[in-house]
């Protein structure tokens, strides 16, 4: 309930946008967010392009929250942090062209309903390479520990969003967490089998069977995970420097994504194309 001060500085029309412009696209994405085969607002055949093309808007959220604070510590708070968003855009969006040529569809239920059987036949095997860089790109997306550059106390405050209060404060830290579920929902369909059980013949047991015949249950638990993961790394790792996060993601990321995405290719054309749909 704290009042929302703009500063007289401000351009108060772009104080007010950037939080929404936050929040916006991390609530818009989940419209195409299958939770079961049923389970899905907007089944679309291509739901993953809608995704990255959604959530890539993010960043504009941060550049004007940034700008129209009309200070110097905001401003270098948002150009730290998109460019950390765009960089590591880039390194995720090429783990997921890898996704692509393996499930050879865009439409999310089918991605996942190429990795049945079992999880020896889930993305993150054949893939391993790009599931790790898509989780750790993830949390540098979400400007997470041990990636959150954006808010360098000893250097920027609080960065891009120091001079907000109240409930524009609270969205921005509401879109954050939100990009960290839906980031969590995507590792889960992309690599580990969505709402598909690890172990298919648990289902022919009686009580067990029935009590995990809901996927709902498994993609519940498989998001919980990855966000532990998400605050397990923020307890366990120190911060690094800036000039560190670029070249991981310059230098090592996007040449890894690109070696491994030839690899995919030549595989499916060898008799390893069984691991994929």
């Known amino acids: 309930?704290?009042?929302?001060?703009?500063?007289?500085?401000?351009?108060?029309?772009?104080?007010?946008?950037?939080?929404?412009?936050?929040?916006?696209?991390?609530?818009?994405?989940?419209?195409?967010?299958?939770?079961?085969?049923?389970?899905?607002?907007?089944?679309?055949?291509?739901?993953?392009?809608y995704v990255m093309a959604i959530t890539s808007m993010g960043v504009y959220g941060v550049i004007v929250a940034g700008w129209a604070s009309n200070s110097k510590y905001a401003f270098l708070g948002a150009m730290r942090s998109a460019a950390q968003i765009v960089s590591y855009e880039i390194a995720m969006?090429?783990?997921?062209?890898?996704?692509?040529?393996?499930?050879?569809?865009?439409?999310?239920?089918?991605?996942?309903?190429?990795?049945?059987?079992?999880?020896?036949?889930?993305?993150?095997?054949?893939?391993?390479?790009?599931?790790?860089?898509?989780?750790?790109?993830?949390?540098?997306?979400?400007n997470r520990a041990p990636f959150d550059v954006a808010e360098g106390e000893s250097e920027i405050v609080a960065g891009f969003h120091v001079e907000y209060s109240g409930m524009a404060f609270a969205v921005f830290f509401l879109a954050e967490y939100a990009n960290m579920i839906l980031i969590a929902a995507l590792t889960t369909l992309m690599f580990l089998g969505g709402w598909l059980s690890p172990f298919p013949f648990l289902a022919r047991i009686p009580l067990v069977g029935w009590l995990l015949q809901d996927g709902f249950i498994w993609?519940?638990?498989?998001?919980?995970?990855?966000?532990f993961l998400f605050l397990w790394f923020r307890a366990t790792f120190p911060r690094y420097r800036y000039d560190q996060i670029m070249r991981l993601g310059w230098k090592v990321f996007i040449p890894i994504t690109i070696v491994w995405i030839v690899v995919v290719g030549g595989m499916m054309q060898t008799p390893f194309k069984h691991w994929f749909h």
């Open 93 to 142: 969006g090429f783990a997921l062209v890898g996704v692509l040529m393996a499930a050879q569809s865009l439409n999310l239920v089918d991605i996942v309903e190429g990795q049945a059987g079992g999880f020896w036949h889930w993305y993150f095997l054949p893939l391993f390479p790009l599931f790790l860089v898509y989780l750790i790109s993830g949390v540098a997306e979400t």
């Open 1 to 49: 309930m704290k009042e929302i001060i703009i500063p007289s500085g401000a351009s108060k029309g772009l104080f007010i946008l950037g939080p929404i412009l936050a929040i916006a696209p991390a609530l818009a994405a989940w419209a195409v967010i299958p939770f079961t085969e049923k389970w899905v607002l907007a089944d679309i055949n291509a739901g993953l392009l």
């Open 219 to 227: 993609w519940a638990a498989k998001v919980a995970f990855v966000l």
